[in-house]
């Protein structure tokens, strides 16, 4: 029978407690539920960038966390995410993480980032710069400033105590004593994405008269952003500044170009185009796509590709060409009407053109120009920045509050009018204003982009070709422009150009944890107080005794046991 | 958190019940079984008290947070119920005389420790969050030991005919204190603001006075005087 046998295992255990105890504790464990779903906390976390770019690889690879928050101040760090405050991070400080072999590393930014000083934006971006260019496999994460983020910093300030004490009975004391955190990163890892696709869109006003014969202006502006994350990449100056400029000024010549009267003799084409930021991919593509159409070729008799990249601030405009171009030439006529337009008009700005000559040998481009140049066409871009390597056009610092729409509104005005004197000829006539009354730029229009491109971020690979934001550019081009188009470029299979990353975005998860040592701790309070209990147990009779004797007097007969 | 600390939990919540047992005479007059009898009784009387609360007592959805003060009261009125069980149990099942409060309170508590404090114990200890409540949870099972087993020592007081007269109004009132005691507990901490471990402090000392003057009532019923439970 079964049930003597049980009867048998009974006996078994009942003979020798220890061993039955310890047949039982592994079985408890396995069959214990771990639950990581009460969270006490969570907060969003943005991922730093993540990219393959020509077969080079930027950013870290791994996304996923499940580690012990330290400070990055502390001994230990091996296998453990260190929480650090903007301010505490440098690179030399990054790299000694490295050494250390720090898991992984979650930067707190301040709550606004524009209330930094210039000495903490500079910071920033140099941090960005170089945490971009130094390859890791370590996840870094950066999350905003909240009060909760604030406690974990500073309970996790007040743990690294233990690791620094003087005697090793305060270290355990303070180890015992301090507050934990486990930080976890839930979802799944980042995956390559083959199959993203980057939109370009184009659009175009067509002259007056046969159409292939007429020169043509191609104007363009690429719509994508950069930062250390791309989740907090919002680009207003760079470049949503470029692409409303765009905007505007396809709204202004559709107009002009409706009117048989002001019908110019050229071909106008505007792109916005993709991937500005790795490399101009959306512009290469275009190139080379229009290049070897056999008809309909726009970029056949190409006057000259005016790009606009991060217009939004300051009272500079620099012209960067990559070869000075002639007096003559439609470019330096332009760059002369830009000036006239200047000291007519707007005289507080301040134009002027900067030389870089195209550098074959840097795997990256300077300016979208130089992929229009390197097919020798004429090229130069227009920017208030009066180098390529300002840190400002990749930076999570450029948002809303950096950029001026009464200074977007001004350079649009600006550059129509030196493009209209170019389209029209009319150098001979003076100090005319072609933009007024009905043609002006709208402020409160330009003021109403720069709200939605400051809205969300505008990282490449945040924006897929179906994207919100692209649809939206796409319906703004149509109802100016004819023959709008959007084609989407896809990396090669084989030898990829650029691969982007999904996770740009996590929710991290804070468990209040404590070390084994405070369970130790604690299992010995507990061993204390129980014994304790038992003492007064096994004494109960002494109270009882007591408590008698203020009820009723002992009588003799009376037996207390 | 790790096992280890569910195994704190456990043995700060379980191991007064075993010492308690041993130590009062239960197990030497082998009460175990009649122990087990009053947790079926009690887990009987929560299911007639919960279907009294189904049937007369609608939900009253009142905003999370603010405190219904007249629907806890009339909740905290059907736990007269427990009483009348308690007093059902003693009358019916347990052994002779003064062990008869013992084994009903004892085995009220078990019950009711095991029956709505081992699962949270469970599900939350392991968890990797830590957190005091489990810690205090269990200090709380403790002293509702203490509370059902003086509970039941004031249901046999008040069943008892040689109570003196004079203590039958405190036992009714500490009855009743002892049945509104969840009410109480509520409005003290709407009211003061107390923390959880000032309202675990609160709720210790409300309780061991109860017992003590419970305890001492019992010894001024004058056939007690000569045996007692130990």
New interface residues.
């Given amino acids: 029978m079964w049930f003597d046998e049980m009867g048998e295992i009974f006996e078994m255990f009942k003979g020798s407690f220890p061993l039955s105890f310890l047949f039982f504790v592994p079985i ?2 396995i069959i ?9 906390q969570e907060f969003g976390v943005y991922r730093m960038q993540h990219y393959d770019l020509q077969g080079t690889s930027y950013g870290s690879k791994n996304s996923i966390i499940n580690m012990e928050a330290r400070s990055v101040n502390s001994k230990m760090l091996t296998r453990r995410c260190a929480v650090a405050k903007l301010q505490d991070v440098t690179m030399p400080k990054y790299r000694d993480l490295m050494t250390q072999n720090a898991a992984s590393l979650l930067i707190i930014l301040p709550k606004n980032l524009n209330n930094l000083s210039l000495d903490e934006k500079q910071l920033l971006q140099s941090l960005e710069q170089e945490l971009l260019q130094e390859p890791s496999s370590v996840p870094v994460y950066f999350t905003t400033e909240s009060e909760y983020l604030d406690d974990i910093y500073l309970d996790v300030q007040e743990g690294n105590s233990g690791d620094n004490a003087p005697t090793a009975w305060e270290a355990l004391l303070s180890s015992a004593s301090a507050n934990g955190f ?1 930080l ?1 990163i839930s979802g799944s890892p980042a995956e390559a994405l083959p199959d993203f696709e980057i939109a370009n869109i184009q659009g175009r006003l067509s002259g007056y008269g046969i159409e292939e014969q007429l020169p043509t202006i191609v104007i363009t502006a690429h719509y994508d952003a950069m930062g250390i994350a791309p989740a907090l990449s919002y680009g207003v100056d760079s470049n949503g500044s470029g692409v409303i400029l765009l905007l505007e000024l396809a709204r202004l010549f559709s107009k002009l170009f409706t009117n048989s009267r002001t019908h110019a003799k050229y071909n106008l084409v505007f792109l916005l185009s993709g991937g500005g930021k790795f490399n101009y991919q959306g512009s290469k593509k275009w190139i080379e796509d229009n290049f070897e159409a056999a008809e309909g070729n726009i970029l056949s008799d190409v006057a000259f590709v005016l790009c606009l990249d991060t217009v939004g601030a300051t009272n500079n405009l620099n012209l960067h060409v990559s070869k000075p171009p002639k007096e003559d030439s439609p470019g330096g006529q332009l760059y002369q009407h830009i000036e006239d337009v200047a000291k007519e008009h707007f005289p507080e700005v301040k134009v002027g053109m900067v030389h870089k000559k195209i550098n074959l040998a840097d795997e990256m481009l300077a300016w979208e120009h130089e992929r229009f140049s390197i097919k020798r066409m004429l090229a130069f871009t227009l920017s208030h920045l009066d180098t390529h390597k300002s840190p400002d056009r990749t930076t999570i610092l450029d948002t809303r509050e950096k950029v001026s729409a009464a200074v977007i509104s001004r350079n649009a005005q600006h550059i129509a009018e030196a493009l209209a004197r170019q389209i029209y000829n009319l150098t001979s006539q003076g100090s005319f204003q072609m933009f007024t009354d009905t043609l002006s730029v709208e402020e409160s229009v330009v003021t109403a982009w720069l709200d939605y491109f400051a809205s969300e971020p505008k990282a490449a690979q945040l924006l897929k070709a179906d994207s919100e934001l692209i649809m939206t550019l796409e319906q703004m081009m149509a109802r100016y422009l004819k023959d709008v188009r959007k084609t989407s470029i896809k990396a090669d299979k084989r030898d990829p150009e650029f691969v982007f990353y999904t996770g740009a975005d996590y929710v991290m998860n804070a ?4 070390p ?1 040592v405070f ?1 130790l701790f ?2 010995l309070c ?2 204390g ?2 014994a304790l ?2 003492l007064c ?2 004494n ?2 002494i109270i ?1 005794y007591a ?2 004797l ?3 007097p002992v ?1 003799p ?5 | ?8 939990c456990v ?2 919540a379980y ?2 019940y075993v ?2 047992y ?3 005479g239960l197990a030497e007059y082998s009460a175990f079984w009649k122990c087990v009898q009053a947790g079926g009784a009690y887990l009987f009387t929560q299911l007639c008290k919960m279907l009294l609360l189904a049937t007369f007592f609608p939900s009253t959805e009142t905003a999370t947070g603010g405190l219904d003060i007249t629907g806890e009261f009339l909740k905290s009125t059907v736990d007269i119920a427990d009483l009348v069980g308690l007093h059902i149990v003693m009358s019916k099942f347990a052994g002779k005389g003064q062990l008869k409060f013992m084994i009903a309170g004892m085995g009220w508590a078990t019950a009711e420790l095991i029956v709505t404090r081992f699962l949270p114990l ?3 200890a ?6 005091w409540k489990y ?1 205090q949870m269990s200090f709380d099972s ?1 002293i509702s030991l203490i509370h059902h087993i003086s509970v039941a020592m004031l249901v046999w007081l008040y069943s008892r005919s040689d109570l003196q007269k004079s203590s039958l109004p405190i036992v009714v009132t500490l009855l009743g204190l002892a049945c509104y005691r969840p009410l109480i507990v509520e409005i003290l901490m709407q009211a003061v603001g107390l923390g959880s471990w000032m309202l675990l402090l609160a709720k210790a000392g409300f309780t061991s006075v109860v017992a ?1 003057i419970s ?2 009532m019992y ?2 019923i ?1 056939s007690q ?2 045996n ?1 439970y ?1």
């Fill in positions: 408890l464990i214990s539920p771990v639950s990581p779903v009460n969270a006490a486990q976890v468990y209040n944890v404590k084994a369970d604690l299992a507990i061993a107080y129980l209990a038992y147990a096994q109960f009779h009882y408590l008698k203020t009820v009723i009588s007969k009376s037996k207390v046991n | 958190m790790t096992f280890f600390h569910f195994g704190n043995a700060l191991v007064p010492i308690v041993k130590c009062s469970w599900m939350g392991r968890g990797v969050e830590f957190d810690i403790n003590l305890l001492q010894l001024s004058p005087g000569s007692s130990y």
